[in-house]
């Protein structure tokens, strides 16, 4: 270990998918009005050439909202396959290679000696020499997660080198390349739009809908919020009435707003938002730059209950009591409109591109007695406080929950109640709702009955939510207590999994001479707890095995150096709570 520094991270850094789908949407074009984005002129724009030899279209642009986070890079198509060549941007050195069923998939960092690093994700393949460099560390601590960082000038690159194939490796739903563009000192990720690549955009980012919020006390955000289609009239878009009114002294806005570029039909991410109040700039995001410690305050940044309930994506233009993210160069009163006044107050948004297309929204509110209401706050078992420590407790004890400090974006109405059991494990807890933001993980402690002591340490909390249901990985058993941890409200109950995971080879490899196949793949499939390690022998000796989480797959490919004749393969893979399934055979090649 003398030249480089290594580590190797177990997957669930950043869980992240990406959806290339093609939607049919009404759309508004007309004549291009140029933002100014003065700025951006900070990053250099002719040092780093394309990643890919071919006219780039985008799946996905930067800052784009996505599940518990922003997007950190361009997605490019790859004209629906695998296998293209991915080529250096710049001269420089490899700084890190990665491996992993999720995420990013294989992933190359090169870092540049002008002081940002490239990122290149779910690809399909290393070039020889790094291929061969992740091998030698696979091999060695025995596993395909790999996450290496290298010395500089261990492997140098040079501008247009081809350094890898591009693929559909880790959280990608088709094959597209997933680039970034990072500042090496703070990691920040940067929006590569920025760097001077061509991407044909001479469309309007779409504005589709405003939403309107109450703001109660400690700006508590009301239940009910009104929602109004965006009609484009003349230049700019307009609501069906041109003054709101509301029952209600402060208020707060929403736009659900995307971009298209020129040569596909994705819903993109939008560059900046504005809004004015009587013509003050009064808030503004902007996706030049994040840092990935802030990057789950999208959660505080979306209307999150129009994102869990109907799968919308509102971005709130006010700014939630504990939204700490940096990326609202220009807030006035944290966006709140204040209505005391009874007078008729212009709102006006605008959604732009990094091309500079605008769109723009104009409508009027007021307060008004008559006016709409957005409902009272709802009845609550206990208050929690966003910035404090808390604990709560039911009446028989059979759950504790811990709530950290900063654990909200708000304050929360929190409700709790006890449901007949659903298997003889013990109760079923609903923990508040699913679609209220949690930002930090809360401790959870559910006390299991009827299971025997034997069966104790296999035993897991199930989450339900809106989402689907999950096995939460058990950290701890004391007594009779199952103790977990979770980012999401929903509801709780305890199973025991004491079934193994499944393995299915796609083919009867047993007593077969394989000589012309250059891999083996076996399906594997867990309930409950999940697939936790996978390890592969052939002769007794640890093989690579790769694991492609999304189609539950393990593939072998077969080494070089594997000698002809007869050999034993052998496959073991266990769940969260070691259950260990073993799958053997012999072949011949
Ligand atoms: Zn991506």
Known sequence: MKNYNYLIIYSLFILFSTTI???????????????????????????????????????????????????????????????????????????????SPGGYGKALYITHPNGYTT???????FSDTIGEYLKKFQYEYESFEIDIELEPNTIKIKKGEIVAKSGNSGGSSAPHLHYEIRDTKTEHALNP??????????????????????????????????????????????LAEDTLKFNAKNIGVSLKTYDRQDAASNKNGVYTIEMKVDSVLTYEFKMKSFSFFETRYLNAHVDYKERINNKSWYNKCFIEPANKLNNYPNIKGKGIIDLSDKQTHLIELKSTDVAGNISEVKFWVKQDNTGKSFGNPPNCTQMLYHDLPQEFTNDDNSIIIKFPENGFYNDVFFQYEKQPNKNKYGATHVVHEPNTAVHKAFKLSIKSENIPE?????????????????????????????????????????????????????????????KKYGRLRFKIEDELSGINTYKGYIDNKWVLVEYDAKNNLLIHYFEKDLKAGKHEFELKVSDHVNNEKIYKFTFTR
């Open 21 to 99: 789908g093609i939607q049919a949407h009404h759309n508004c074009f007309f004549s291009t009005e140029k933002a100014l984005i003065s700025d951006v002129d900070t990053f250099p724009k002719d040092y780093f050439r394309s990643p890919l030899g071919i006219p780039l279209v985008l799946a996905g642009t930067f800052g784009e909202l996505r599940s518990n986070h922003f997007h950190s890079g361009i997605d490019i198509k790859t004209q629906g396959k695998s296998g293209l060549n991915i080529y250096g941007v710049a001269d420089g050195w490899v700084s890190r290679i990665r491996s």
């Open 119 to 125: 990122v290149y994700g779910h690809l399909s393949e």
């Open 193 to 238: 739009l920025l760097f001077g690549i061509k991407v044909k955009d001479t469309r309007k980012p779409v504005v589709e809908e405003v939403a309107i919020y109450g703001l109660g006390e400690k700006e508590y955000i009301m239940s009910t919020r009104h929602k109004y289609k965006c009609q484009l009239k003349g230049k700019v878009h307009k």
């Open 454 to 514: 034997l069966l104790l340490p296999k035993a897991v909390i199930v989450q339900d939510t809106k989402k689907g249901v999950k096995a939460l990985v058990t950290k701890e058993v004391v007594g009779q207590y199952i103790k977990s941890a979770s980012r999401e409200f929903g509801t709780f109950y305890i199973d025991v999994d004491s079934i193994a995971p499944t393995i299915k080879p796609l083919y009867d490899y047993n007593n077969k001479n394989l």
